[in-house]
């Protein structure tokens, strides 16, 4: 199925994307609360050495997320 | 407020994960604070006392670190237990908020929500010595204009201010600071309608803590069944989304203090690019990454074994001395025994942990300060949750190659509840350096010193093998765990990579000391009790037991004409036999002999509970060498040994393998399953790891002595 709108792991390496949304109320509270709102600038900077987690800077700011984290996180295309 | 009987003004250091909290307490109590263990749950408060210039004193609280008052993990739970209880022993009279004045705009979330709870609260802005290097400029007085708090620019590291932020925060408990903060977030109408009723029902007079007690009446410790039941039909006839309110609600706030911020502080037109991003390059690769962090630990390990051999020398040589002084100066009278075979040798097998303890905790602490730990649970987390785990977890288990007890404190960096009970109940399992010893006695007796493929030496292969075992026991036993225990729990990674700094010596010694206290009096009481008991099994035994065995020794050397030295051996040996010890020795005979042990092993196996170390001493002593300090000596006596009834020799290669598989797995370390119960808060936990590594020692050794004792017959 065709998503319409992509989510972290999509991004490649030193891509980035503004966020637009969370899939996952629970994840969304963590996430709003370290600062990573709807509106913040992702960038990816690279995939764990054994995959499944990713890291980031939102709005500059370094942040380590699991897979699930990641891809709770809407982003613009 | 001074002078004894009134209570002490409390104070609370509340901020978010890296916010500098810990380095601005050590900086205000100095070595006047203590740990506490917070009640019912594990994770420790720290407290400390303030002192102001004019003499009047506060109790300051180190609250863990949290983003927000709806917290995702335990310790971050206890904040908001904390603060939405004002009945709570640790409700604070006033709040230090400590924010990182470089990243202002993600640091003022929990800020909001203390106002929103009319709390006495001063800003401290930290980090100001960076913010200044790379040209952020805050101007405090808008700051403190627009939020109506009083704020003051700081550096936790290089002091800059503190004095001002202690006379700041003796005016604010004092009432003289200006403060006119208004409410920040205004209730949504469905949250009006809850917090009024949960408000009414509960007595509360303040609406946002109304609004915290209706988000959290599932966990919040202070609230009775029949309240708790109260809300939840509060909250179910409105109709209230909790999950989804909080996340409206924080976009909210930060709506509100984005601007505030936005208009304080000044941003240099570019970020100056940081070395961070040109280490963790290299840190985080995906190849070199995992590379570094093997040879860190390696590194982590050996400084652990060679650095610690010079001061645990001294430390036994200076307790076997005292002892030998004590015996000669002392008349011989079982007071001194006790004073030195019961008391000494237990504080000596206390103290002597100590410089391992003291070296690991201060090279962890030096990879947790500059940011190192962060980007091994970034790299490590999917593996260890495999095991039930979490990627803090490696460094515990790592850790737990020296010492079990320290390794099991640092498992306290980890939130989820469940990770962290897993890592608890498994670490032990890491072959520590106590067992060491034991393993050299054994291989040496059993393996033949002999090469594979002409290169690698059997002994090393056995020795390499043992720590192999430990480390498989210790992430089977994690993957079990995690399909038994259930945690409602959820578990997060979501962790903040900080930027690479230097470490802050003050905050390094403090630590450690902290640690190593911690050691001493947690564990050590137990060890010091445990090592008494032995003591006194060992030297009294029933009825007219010791008297007869002593004789009986007296004759035997005078018929074989022995000197005087083995003579005095000879008659220890009888004497641990007919002792206590050795009664249950023999009675425990019959459970281990299926493993291939005799009741002089049984002995061995009971003493070693205290501390395994104990194995090889009380070997020497049933052998009937224990003044002599040689491997070789007792190696050769346990090689002719043979069974009491059958006369077949003890010591077969089944045998040694045996124990050597007991050794490894068997939860024989008093001093860790204290600190278990410790760090769990219960005997529940502490009790079933004994159980279950105790039978899985027992079952794998007693397969290990058949197949070898089969394929022998062959
Ligand atoms: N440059 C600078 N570094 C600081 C300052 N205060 C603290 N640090 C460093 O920031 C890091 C985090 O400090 P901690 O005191 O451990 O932070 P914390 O808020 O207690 O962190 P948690 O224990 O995760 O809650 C350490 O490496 C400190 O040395 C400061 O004023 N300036």
Known sequence: MQRRYRTVPDLKAHESARALAFEDAALAGKLTAMGLLPGTLIEMVRSAPFGKAYYIKADGVRLALREEEAASIMIDV | ?714
């Open chain 2, 1 to 714: 407020m001074r002078g004894s009987g009134e209570k002490l003004v409390r104070i609370a250091l509340v901020g978010n994960p890296n916010s500098g909290k810990s380095t601005i307490f050590n900086q205000l109590t100095g070595l006047r604070q203590k740990t506490g263990n917070f009640p019912g749950v594990t994770v420790d408060i720290k407290e400390g006392r303030l002192r102001f210039p004019g003499g009047r004193e506060a109790m300051l609280t180190d609250l863990p670190g949290t983003y927000s008052l709806y917290p995702t993990s335990s310790d971050e739970k206890i904040v908001a237990a904390v603060l939405a209880n004002r009945l709570d022993t640790h409700f604070p009279d006033a709040v230090i908020y400590v924010a990182d004045a470089t990243h202002l705009e993600k640091h003022l979330l929990l800020l909001t929500q203390l106002l929103d709870l009319d709390l006495p609260v001063l800003l401290a802005l930290n980090m100001s010595d960076t913010a200044a290097e790379i040209g952020i400029r805050v101007n405090t007085t808008k700051l403190a204009e627009r939020l109506g708090i009083p704020v003051v620019a700081i550096s936790g590291r290089t002091g800059e201010n503190i004095s001002k932020l202690i006379s700041e925060t003796e005016k604010l408990i004092s009432g003289n600071s200006d403060r006119a903060h208004k409410r920040f977030y205004p209730l949504s109408d469905v949250e009006k309608h809850v917090t009024e009723a949960v408000c009414l029902n509960l007595g509360l007079k303040n609406q946002y803590q109304g609004l915290l007690v209706a988000h959290h009446h599932g966990w919040l410790p202070f609230l009775s069944a029949q309240h708790r039941s109260t809300i939840e039909a509060i909250v179910h006839d409105k109709d209230f989304a909790s999950l989804r309110a909080q996340v409206d609600e924080t976009l909210d706030r930060y709506d509100r203090f984005t601007p505030i911020v936005q208009d304080a502080v000044q941003h240099p037109p570019q970020f100056p690019s940081t070395p961070t991003d040109r280490i963790d390059a290299v840190v985080t690769h995906r190849v070199f990454g995992p590379l570094l962090f093997f040879v860190v630990m390696l590194l982590v390990f050996q400084s652990i074994y060679d650095w610690s051999t010079v001061p645990m020398d001294l430390i036994e040589s200076f307790f076997s001395n005292l002892n030998i002084w004590l015996k000669a100066l002392l008349p011989a009278h079982w007071l001194t025994d006790l004073l030195t075979d019961g008391i000494l040798a237990g504080l000596a097998g206390i103290l002597v942990f100590i410089p391992q303890i003291a070296i690991l905790f201060l090279l962890v602490t030096i990879l947790e300060e500059i940011g190192y730990m962060a980007r091994v649970v970034f790299m490590f987390d999917k593996t260890m949750r495999r095991f039930g785990m979490n990627g803090r977890s490696v460094v515990s288990l790592i850790s737990g190659g020296a010492c079990a007890v320290p390794a099991i404190m640092s498992s306290r960096t980890i939130g989820n509840w469940q990770e962290r009970l897993i890592t608890t109940m498994v670490t032990p399992f890491i072959s520590c350096s106590a067992r060491l010893p034991v393993y050299a006695v054994l291989i040496g007796l059993a393996v033949p010193a002999k090469r594979v493929f002409g290169i690698f030496s059997l002994q090393s292969l056995t020795f390499g093998s043992m720590y192999a075992l430990g480390v498989l026991a210790a992430l089977a036993s994690g993957f079990v765990m995690k399909k038994i225990l259930r945690s409602r729990e959820l578990s997060y990674l979501a962790i903040e990579l900080p930027v690479y700094r230097m470490p802050h010596w003050k905050n390094l010694w403090l630590t450690v000391w902290e640690k190593v206290l911690a050691f001493v009096i947690g564990a050590g009481k137990i060890i010091l009790i445990i090592s008494i008991v032995l003591w006194a099994l060992a030297r009294f035994g029933p009825g007219k037991a010791m008297e007869l065995a002593a004789e009986k020794a007296r004759l035997e050397a005078a018929r074989q004409h022995l000197p005087e030295k083995a003579a005095a051996d000879l008659h220890a040996a009888y004497q641990l036999e007919a002792s206590y010890a050795g009664y249950l020795g023999k009675v425990i005979e019959p459970a281990i002999r299926p493993l291939g042990y005799d009741w002089k092993i049984g002995i061995a196996l009971i003493a070693s509970f205290a501390a395994r170390e104990v194995f090889v001493g009380t070997m020497s002593t049933i052998y009937s060498i224990g003044s002599s300090e040689d491997d070789v000596a007792l190696r050769q006596k346990m090689k002719s040994a043979t069974f009491d009834d059958t006369g077949a020799p003890v010591y077969t290669l089944a045998t040694a393998l045996s124990l050597l598989v007991f050794y490894a797995l068997a939860m024989q370390c008093m001093s860790t399953l204290a600190v278990v119960k410790r760090e769990t808060n219960s005997w529940k936990w502490p009790l079933a790891q004994f159980a279950y590594m105790s039978v899985l020692a027992y079952l794998l050794a007693w397969v290990v002595y058949n197949l070898f004792q089969n394929s022998a017959h062959l």
